[in-house]
């Protein structure tokens, strides 16, 4: 994707900033050259990216992380500049949205966008929540699901309303129908853990609380840190290999890039299942019974996520026909996790990683 430069309202050139960041969703603001001066270690115009194979956006995945992170400190620095105009935002599904990070009304229809509405301060924004949403500041507040009626969502008034993909496919109707109707409509659901912290700067910017969001992300990372420094003082080869189950009736996985795989890996485990497929980019990843006993003995530690999502329990998977092979199940090395706390895109992932460690290593 190459840089353009064009004539702006003022007389000014402008640099229109290529807005790919990562997977889930991109950016796109415009710049005024003269406050590129305000970046300080930004490196020269003629070096930046212009598209095509070798360097820049065609190159491999480690240069991209690096222009990813170096536009979006870009975005973020400058983004006061325009703050009198609207922005966009191409979200998940692909559709551009136009904002001004002056919403008022927020409905949010998946309980991790509300939980991290909460943390950035955003909860007299919220004036509506997923049916069985059960944050408990919120308790009371009007609740709202994709099965309800357009009616119902545009009585209640919302400047944004956000939503995660699996909804947008679900209920394209209503989708469409909500932004005819005027409702700025955004999906969002990272899946991996660069994307949440893009996620989350999402969420600020579009909102009004980038400088929170860019705290909040600071935080978790210097916590982050933390926690895994002290993995780091067992040697890799030392650590327990582990089958981490997202689904059991279905004998699926998480993927290896995946924000659960990386608590697990936070936590000082190794995933046996590294060779699992994500499936239609999602953080689930199908790996039939054949392929988990295929490592029978060299599981160390049988973990399963545990909630709506996978409502299994420690007896199921016990009575599971030809696990009685898996190292694990005869050694009583089952647990069970709050797929909350492995698979929600949110500060709570360090309550996960702090758990599973604590399954792992029970003598620390």
């Known amino acids: 994707m190459n840089i353009e ?69 870009i975005l973020i620095a400058v983004g006061g500049y325009h703050s009198a105009s609207a922005a966009t935002l191409v979200d998940q599904d692909g559709s551009t949205v136009l904002y001004s990070a002056s919403v008022k009304r927020i409905i949010s229809l998946y309980p991790a966008h509300t939980e991290n509405l909460l943390a950035l301060g955003l909860d007299q924004e919220l004036i509506g929540i997923a049916t069985g949403d059960e944050a408990p500041a919120l308790v009371g507040r009007p609740q709202f699901s994709a099965n309800d009626t357009p009616e119902k969502f545009i009585a209640a008034k919302p400047d944004l309303i956000l ?3 699996m909804i947008s496919q679900a209920h394209p109707q209503l989708v469409s129908q909500l932004k005819e109707a005027g409702i700025a409509i955004v999906s969002l659901q990272p899946t991996t853990i660069d994307e949440m912290f893009t996620y989350w700067q999402a969420l600020g910017e579009l909102t009004g609380r980038a ?63 590294g060779d699992a497929k994500a499936r239609n980019s999602t953080n689930i990843a199908a790996y039939d019974k054949e392929r988990i006993l295929a490592h029978a003995a060299e599981i160390d530690i049988y973990l399963a996520q545990q909630g709506q999502m996978n409502q299994v329990t420690r007896e199921m ?47 620390n």
């Open 163 to 165: 939503i995660r993909p």
């Open 317 to 363: 998977i016990e009575g599971e026909p030809g696990f009685q092979a898996i190292k694990a199940i005869q050694n009583g090395k089952i647990f069970l996790i709050d797929e909350e706390l492995v698979a929600r895109p949110t500060v709570r992932l360090l309550e996960g990683i702090r758990q599973v460690r604590q399954m792992l290593y029970p003598e």
């Open 5 to 73: 430069l064009f004539a702006g309202r003022r007389g000014c050139k402008t640099l229109l900033v290529p807005y790919r960041l990562f997977s889930c969703f991109f950016y796109k603001k415009t710049i005024c050259e003269r406050h590129l001066s305000c970046l300080p270690g930004l490196i020269p115009k003629s070096s930046l990216p212009t598209g095509g194979g070798g360097s820049g956006w065609g190159g491999g995945r480690d240069e991209i992380s690096m222009w990813s992170r170096l536009l979006f400190a």
């Open 211 to 273: 400088s929170e969001a860019a705290a909040m992300i600071r935080k978790f990372k210097s916590d982050l840190a933390a926690l895994q420094q002290d993995r780091d003082k067992v040697p890799v080869e030392k650590r327990p290999k582990v089958y981490f189950e997202s689904i059991h009736a279905k004998m699926k996985t998480f993927a290896p890039s995946s924000i659960a795989v990386f608590v697990l890996e936070s936590a000082g485990g190794v995933n046996v299942a």
